[in-house]
């Protein structure tokens, strides 16, 4: 599973580029070139996730078909989207006992803005039943 949306740039009249985020109104930013705007991007996504998480609201669930432009937001925050979508209806307690750790400790796996280690990954895709996979991806800003 992928964490990234969609984003749309469009050049303005002033010649700046705006990105937006079809599955997130409140999200844009610009920037003096394509390039620039698609990088300010990825911060003002991981911005509106973090928001969205603090505030209770409703993150949706990343579309898995690829359109144009695919904006990843700070691999942090991707860890811990990923653990919450793949959690599912299990239960914190019943992580935190799988994993051998405390229920704050595997809540914590969820905060989009905690660093969860690789080995907590690991061990979780695991008990999910699911494969942690890392890979380098090519920087396509363009």
């Known amino acids: 599973m992928k964490i990234w949306y969609p984003c749309k740039i469009k ?4 010649g700046k580029y705006l990105a937006t985020f079809p599955d997130f109104s409140e999200t844009l930013t610009e920037g003096d070139t394509k390039e620039e705007a698609l990088f300010n991007a990825s911060e003002a996504l991981t911005l509106t996730l973090e928001g969205r998480a603090e505030e209770g609201l409703d993150i949706p669930f990343p579309p898995q078909i690829e359109s144009e432009h695919m904006i990843y937001p700070s691999c942090r925050v991707q860890a811990a989207l990923l653990v919450r979508f ?6 914190i307690a019943d992580m935190a006992r799988s994993l051998g750790t405390s229920w704050p400790a595997a809540s914590q796996m969820e905060d989009l803005h905690h660093w969860t280690t690789l080995r907590q990954l690991d061990k979780t895709a695991a008990i999910l039943g699911k494969q942690l996979i890392i890979s380098f991806e090519d920087n396509k800003r363009a």
Do not use: F, H
Not at 86 to 91: A, D, W
């Open 86 to 91: 793949n959690r599912k209806e299990r239960k």
């Open 11 to 14: 050049k303005d009249s002033g």
